[in-house]
Nanobody, 123 residues
Framework: QVQLVESGGGLVQAGGSLRLSCAASERTLSTYTVAWFRQTPGKEREFVAAISESGGSTYYADSVKGRFTISRDNAKNTVYLQMNSLKPEDTAVYYC????????????????WGQGTQVTVSS
């Protein structure tokens, strides 16, 4: 079982940047597709970005394309989400998740989840 721990959230002004990290307990994270999702109160968890096992393929929600970059360092068992040009509407709890399913951009294929990290963007 893979345990995921997110970090890097916080409070930032609009236009600023944050980098989230998702660290895994197992060295086999390199065998999983990993994604970031986000959720605000009263709304469903929404897809943000995903990266393939090797890092060769990435997928983004239209709302973050061009501003966010997902990457991974399999030697460190860590996946990152670099968030630039942040907007108040990016405010949410951000979760990382892992699955064996390739190209998964919905929540259902993801078996392992972190506890989430809060990102707040002030206007």
């Amino acid at each position: 079982q893979v345990q995921l721990v997110e970090s890097g959230g916080g409070l930032v002004q609009a236009g600023g940047s944050l980098r989230l990290s998702c660290a895994a307990s197992e060295r086999t994270l390199s065998t999983y597709t990993v994604a970031w999702f986000r959720q605000t109160p009263g709304k469903e968890r929404e897809f943000v970005a995903a990266i393939s096992e090797s890092g060769g393929s990435t997928y983004y929600a239209d709302s973050v394309k061009g501003r966010f970059t997902i990457s991974r360092d399999n030697a460190k068992n860590t996946v990152y989400l670099q968030m630039n040009s942040l907007k108040p509407e990016d405010t949410a709890v951000y979760y990382c998740a892992a699955t064996f399913s390739p190209r998964a951009v919905t929540t259902s294929p993801y078996r392992y989840w972190g506890q989430g990290t809060q990102v707040t963007v002030s206007s």
